[in-house]
């Protein structure tokens, strides 16, 4: 009451805080370093799929390379791991500067990771435990060199890349749809290729972008010969994307 409810002490230890350990929300730098309570973990096990095939793993949309399961770990670190970190209230600047495996890299793999932060506006250094595993699936890409199989692509050409690239993404990102139905993602010297499991989704997704681009863009079907299959001869269809001056 009174004079006391302006003071910034910590609740844990009573400390007014000094110029190494500020007090932020009524609890000082040591007491959430000691507790634990500096960050917490939306989930301490990161679960993401990897091929089995060519070690790929699935970041959000998109299929990463890698070259192996040490390599793919390090990924997962970061690039996955930052999104599943909540800094508490005060916390600012928090980044992972490094990272070291505490048991033999496989399938999962017990991994400490350290970072570092500004707490009150003083840095300080943290580590936390996080697992690290991988789901064996086969990637898109893999299936497709496999079977051969993807029904669509489609070719955006003569549009400015570094917005494109956003503007697919984006897309991209929304719709679990695209990230079951697409294969790969080719940049071209002039435009993306955008390679479809199926007709619907390629179509959906020429529409959006072009319904994004304000209108400006033409689009155009045709159909290529694919080779037979059980004595039918198939067709790939091919959408193309452009201005409209073309
Ligand atoms: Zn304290
Ligand atoms: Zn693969």
Redesign the pocket.
Known sequence: MGMCSFLKFCIYCGTEGSDDNPVVGSVCLSCRIRRGDILSLKERELQVEM?K??Y?IRVGYRWLTTGGLEDAAKEVIYRVLPEKIVPSNGVTSLEIVGFEFLTEVSWRTLVRTYLKGKYGGVEFKYSIDVVVSFKPV??P??IMANSREYEAVVQIRSIKRPRLEKLVGSIVERDKRYVESLVDIVVQSNGIDLYFYDKGTARMFARTLARKLGGRVKIKENYEVAGMRSGVQRARLVISVRPSRF
């Open positions: 091929c095939s060519c790929s086969k990637c890409r893999c």
